[in-house]
């Protein structure tokens, strides 16, 4: 099927306010603006301790590299998170047997309670922010991230 072309010429845009990028960056700042205050009360952990904890978790065993993939960090801030979580108890380090240079991470015991707390918090903000949409809805939007998720992947 192909789609219609798109005038997206300066006076046909969309104004900024409108504009897919805009809105999608407003709702991080907002969405992220509440989540600072709720992952240390809720979870204990910061924000980036806790989706970083929540990566772990959620795709144990990982490389520091592979958390810096699936969290979205660059390797330095992948490392700096991981050593953090170390330091905390909540993650275990060692020596990746396939790799000299390379450390495997996963979730210690402490780390295991933390994300499901963790993982409990992520359910509640998620239903806090897309509650506003119904069932349908909801799983319209999550099928049109997905698409434009891979749109961008591929580009």
Known sequence: MTRPHQDTSPATAPSLERSLTYRL?????????????????????????????????SFEPLSVKDLAQRANLNKGQASRAAQALVDLGLVHKQDDSSDARGVVLTLTENGRAA???????INKRNQEIFGCLDADEQATLSALFDRLIQHSLRS
């Open 115 to 121: 994300f499901e707390r963790t993982m409990a918090l």
């Open 25 to 57: 960056h407003l709702l991080h700042k907002l969405t992220d603006h509440d989540s600072q205050h709720a992952y240390p009360r809720e979870a204990g952990l910061s924000l980036s301790d806790g989706r970083c904890l929540a990566t772990i978790g």
